[in-house]
Nanobody
Framework: VQLQASGGGLVQTGDSLRLSCTSS????????IGWFRQAPGKEREGVSS???????YYAESVKDRFTVSRDTSKNVVYLQMNSLKPEDTAVYYC???????????????????WGKGTLVTVSS
């Protein structure tokens, strides 16, 4: 199972980016998918998640600015990030929970497959 996050880049404060999480050999829409980020010198933190049933979760710091969604026909999960702030600068990762069922969406130990991250840099 391979996951890949993409879509990062260098933007200015207030700009938008859309990250994509894709996979080969793994049906993303059938599993809980999480988005995490790690800023330099900080711990990895949960940003958002979409469950296998389509329920969405957000960290308080991104609520009302970020939106997680999926396109099952393309086997991709998106993270739409609007009104970006310098504190959103981080490497963003997508991860998959293969077990299903109840889960603590923001806990990285809940996810057993991780993709390589994509760097998001927001300049002030």
């Amino acid at each position: 199972v391979q996951l890949q996050a993409s879509g990062g880049g260098l933007v200015q404060t207030g700009d938008s980016l859309r990250l994509s999480c894709t996979s080969s050999g793994f049906t993303l829409g059938s599993h809980h998918i999480g988005w995490f980020r790690q800023a330099p010198g900080k711990e990895r933190e949960g940003v958002s998640s979409i469950s296998d049933a389509g329920r969405t979760y957000y960290a308080e710091s991104v609520k009302d600015r970020f939106t997680v969604s999926r396109d099952t026909s393309k086997n991709v999960v998106y993270l739409q990030m609007n009104s970006l702030k310098p504190e959103d600068t981080a490497v963003y990762y997508c991860a998959a929970n293969s077990a299903g069922g109840p889960y603590l969406w923001g806990l990285f130990a809940e996810y057993d497959y991780w993709g390589k991250g994509t760097l998001v840099t927001v300049s002030s």
